[in-house]
């Protein structure tokens, strides 16, 4: 099995310092409020910002936070809906390239991430009343109190990504 969560990124995080003990609840709110805090952060910049060293831009960074929330809620869903349990990883890389994230534009991308998590705080809130799990092919059970923190910090971390591209840092 692969090691996922605060066994594979420390806890807190060795990045970004996120507390993996947040609450579901908590993470859906934080997850609600994600777009608009991204939206004051980034009000001064174009998006094509990034990392002296390379990696994504920051609105890429955004994309790639919006079609993660976007892949979970549907994967969620269909466990809901429909009873299918068995989820598969995905490349994020692979998807940036096929999705041309480099040619969104950060307002558009950012229109797209507010989509994305209210659609996400929509499925995963009632799956956590309903103790929805599902099976990971590499990660193995997950259950929707895993997903809510697990795609919490995955949004958390990009977000600290952004801020360290906007301050400057590599």
Do not use: K
């Given at each position: 099995m692969?090691?996922?969560?605060?066994?594979?990124?420390g806890?807190?995080c060795?990045q970004?310092?996120?507390?993996?003990?947040?609450?579901p609840?908590a993470?859906?709110?934080r997850?609600?409020d994600?777009?608009?805090?991204?939206e004051?952060?980034?009000r001064?910049?174009?998006?094509?910002?990034?990392r002296?060293?390379?990696?994504?831009?920051?609105?890429?960074?955004?994309?790639?936070?919006g079609?993660?929330l976007?892949?979970?809620?549907e994967?969620v869903q269909?466990a809901?809906?429909?009873?299918?349990?068995?989820?598969?990883?995905?490349d994020?890389?692979?998807l940036a390239?096929?999705?041309?994230?480099?040619a969104?534009p950060l307002a558009a991308?950012l229109w797209?991430?507010r989509?994305?998590a209210?659609?996400?705080?929509?499925?995963?809130?009632?799956?956590l009343r309903?103790?929805?799990?599902?099976?990971h092919?590499?990660r193995g059970?997950q259950?929707?109190?895993?997903i809510?923190?697990?795609?919490y910090?995955?949004?958390?971390?990009?977000?600290?990504?952004i801020?360290?591209?906007?301050?400057?840092?590599?």
């Amino acid at each position: 099995m692969e090691s996922w969560g605060a066994a594979r990124y420390g806890d807190p995080c060795r990045q970004c310092g996120f507390d993996w003990s947040i609450s579901p609840a908590a993470a859906l709110t934080r997850i609600n409020d994600l777009p608009a805090d991204l939206e004051a952060a980034t009000r001064t910049c174009t998006g094509s910002e990034r990392r002296v060293s390379g990696g994504w831009s920051v609105a890429e960074y955004v994309c790639h936070i919006g079609d993660n929330l976007r892949q979970w809620a549907e994967r969620v869903q269909a466990a809901r809906l429909a009873g299918t349990v068995d989820v598969e990883g995905y490349d994020p890389d692979d998807l940036a390239a096929v999705r041309r994230y480099a040619a969104v534009p950060l307002a558009a991308a950012l229109w797209s991430l507010r989509l994305a998590a209210r659609d996400w705080t929509d499925v995963l809130d009632p799956a956590l009343r309903e103790s929805v799990v599902l099976s990971h092919r590499t990660r193995g059970r997950q259950r929707a109190a895993d997903i809510a923190r697990n795609n919490y910090h995955d949004a958390y971390h990009h977000q600290w990504d952004i801020n360290q591209i906007l301050l400057g840092s590599s």
